[in-house]
């Protein structure tokens, strides 16, 4: 069985859709875990409601933690053999399950890995569901090509993984971007990953999100950076330049994303570009670096400036 565990807080607006792409899925031996964190809204009733209707679905109510906290919460409390996680403000195909368990079987791995669909509202989503590529990695080659980006990221969902190793590496409590601090340890403790770049997993980026403002988030995600590289420095010192790559990617996305930096946080903008300046030449010349990583340490070999040129010309034609 596999136990699909959504944190819930404050979605009162998204939690239906969540929980009935859930429901919907082709593949049937699955739990629900809604795990209520101190919701403020109706969502502790919903969770009920939930219960009450489906058997497979549990409410679980816990005092206000953070999405670590409920997650970890709700991983306490799995009774299947593998887990997957679901943000309740986000939704799965109907095969979500049903690809996972199947990409495990093929491959037989210990972890199976989809892709990802970013959308910003519900009438947005116009991806067509090609024939995907499907990889299988040893662990070690899978943590290679999180960092530098390529077929897979740092994200806990779109993921089935066993409940056992969930247990053992739980998310760190108080910290945002806290799929970065622990996806890493999933990758380095197994032997097999697999891996499809299909998108069954549709992830909702609000605007006005915590991940868009300068705060604990843009420092955490710093922090995170340097966890990677200090990790793969100690234990796969093979992987540190991807480590590095990862690190500087990470740090050009607090950069570029807190337009105020320079002015408002000094000491956080001469970290950020002190590391630029530190590798760029390694990058550059790191030919496994995405293409993207490799342009933005050209431009700051060139001149830093240029990176925000390009970033609100990025702006600009997204926009039109």
Known sequence: ???????????????????????????????????????????????????????????????????????????????????????????????????????KEKCQSDIAVTGIYKYS?????????????????????????????????????????????????QFPVGKYHEDEFTTYKYYSSVKCVSVTTQKQYFYLQREGSIMHVFGQSSLDELDAADNLVTFCEKNYPQLTAAAKSKKFSDYCQ???SNKDIKTTCPEVYARICDYLDSVKFEIVRD?????????????????????????????????S
């Open 1 to 103: 069985m596999i136990s699909v565990i959504v944190p819930v807080y404050g979605v009162e607006k998204y939690l239906d859709k969540c929980v009935q792409s859930i429901l919907a899925q082709t593949y049937r031996d699955f739990e629900i875990l809604l795990v209520d964190d101190g919701s403020p809204d109706n969502c502790p009733q919903l969770c009920d409601a939930y219960s009450q209707k489906y058997d497979c679905v549990r409410a679980l109510h816990k005092s206000n933690g953070g999405l670590s906290d409920a997650r970890n919460f709700g991983i306490k409390y799995a009774r299947g053999n593998d887990v997957t996680f679901v943000d309740s403000d986000d939704f799965v195909a109907p095969d979500y399950l049903e690809v996972l368990v199947r990409l």
């Open 121 to 169: 509202s519900f009438d947005k989503i116009t991806e067509k569901r090609d024939e995907a590529q499907e990889f299988c990695y040893t662990g070690i080659k899978a943590l290679e090509k999180m960092l530098y980006q390529d077929t897979l990221d740092t994200s806990a969902c779109a993921m089935l993984l066993p409940t056992s190793i969930a247990r053992k590496y």
């Open 254 to 256: 607090v950069l570029l």
């Open 287 to 319: 030919k496994k670096c995405r293409v993207k990583n490799r342009i933005a340490a050209l431009l700051c070999i060139i001149n830093k400036k240029l990176l925000f040129t390009a970033q609100k010309f990025a702006e600009a034609r997204t926009a």
